[in-house]
């Protein structure tokens, strides 16, 4: 069974500038997360969904942070404009319920802001 | 604000040796779990906790979940190079969870 598939694996742009990422999860997985880990800290959840709607967003700045999940699958995090402040590793996962236990995780895309 | 606080932040041993990490809540989870996060990589489900007392054993691995469901334990019998990484507890509460800052384990041969 493949596992959560990310890219870019590392991303360097400079502040005010913007950037996407992707993931796709596991197949058949209905709930998607995206999770922001800056560097000393655990995983921060920023968005929770299921199928293609949204569950949980209340910790993503939506003034500058924007998700999608069109189609149920596949998942787009973009960043506009950039902060020296967003540079982490973004980190996606995926379950196959909500409140499911069991969370897999990619292997994450690692972004600096200069 | 519910947060989990792990300690030691950082533990460097010696191949062989024992050790215990902690993590430490006011509040109180419905399940807690504990991650191994290799360089590079995202975090790995080692087990899950649920029930108040409960101990789990994976090999050299021990976990504890305490009495009143608010702190958990780790320890590793023996430990080898490959254990080394960072060891995350992560809460469940009202469905989501929340990931301490993590122990980074270092053993050296």
């Known amino acids: 069974e493949a596992g959560v598939a990310q890219s870019p694996r590392y991303k360097i742009i400079e502040k005010r500038q913007s950037v996407a990422f992707w993931c796709n999860p596991i197949?058949?997985?209905?709930?998607l997360y995206w999770y922001q880990q800056i560097l000393g800290q655990g995983p921060k959840l920023l968005i929770q969904f299921q199928n293609n709607g949204v569950v949980d967003d209340s910790q993503l700045p939506k003034d500058r942070f924007s998700a999608e999940r069109l189609k149920g699958v596949d998942s787009t995090l973009k960043i506009q404009p950039a902060k020296l402040e967003d540079s982490a590793v973004y980190l996606c996962?995926?379950?196959?319920?909500?409140?499911?236990?069991?969370?897999?995780f990619g292997p994450g895309t690692r972004l600096l802001v200069l | 604000t519910q947060l989990l606080e792990q300690s030691p932040q950082f533990l460097s041993i010696q191949e062989g040796e024992n050790l215990t990490v902690y993590c430490n809540s006011s509040s109180v989870f419905s399940s807690l779990q504990w991650y191994r996060q290799e360089p590079g990589e995202g975090p790995v489900l080692l087990v899950t906790v649920v029930t108040g007392g409960e101990v789990k054993k994976l090999k050299r691995l021990t976990f504890q979940f305490g009495d009143a469901r608010k702190d958990s334990s780790l320890h590793i019998t023996a430990a080898q190079p490959g254990d080394t990484g960072l060891y995350l507890c992560a809460g469940r509460s009202q469905g989501n969870l929340i990931f301490g800052k993590g122990t980074k384990l270092s053993v050296k041969p």
């Open positions: 197949s058949g997985h209905a709930t």
């Open positions: 996962a995926s379950s196959a319920r909500p409140r499911q236990e069991t969370q897999y």
